[in-house]
């Protein structure tokens, strides 16, 4: 026997993203967005490096200049 709880479930279930967000803050201002690639870009340098290692305290930066470092 289906109830009318059931019937609502079934319709949530085949909502959209888009409409469940509507339905969930229908009294707030819902703006979606288009989706867009997740990326990671490393913004490393020689100068970037450098000035890290700068602000450094003197034995720090020792331990790790005899280090070889490669940036890609």
Do not use: G, W
């Not at 913004?43 to 290692?53: F, N, T, V």
């Not at 003197?58 to 790790?64: G, H, P, T, W, Y």
Request: glycine letters at 0%; charged letters at 30%; one cysteine or more.
């Amino acid at each position: 026997m289906h109830t009318d709880r059931d019937a609502q479930a079934s319709r949530a279930f085949r909502a959209t993203p888009e409409e469940l967000l509507f339905k969930l803050y229908q009294e707030e201002t819902v703006t979606v967005y288009p989706p867009a690639p997740i990326l990671f870009k490393c913004r490393c340098s020689r100068e970037r490096s450098a000035d890290a290692i700068a602000l450094l305290p003197n034995r720090s930066a020792q331990r790790l200049l005899p280090s070889k470092v490669t940036l890609r």
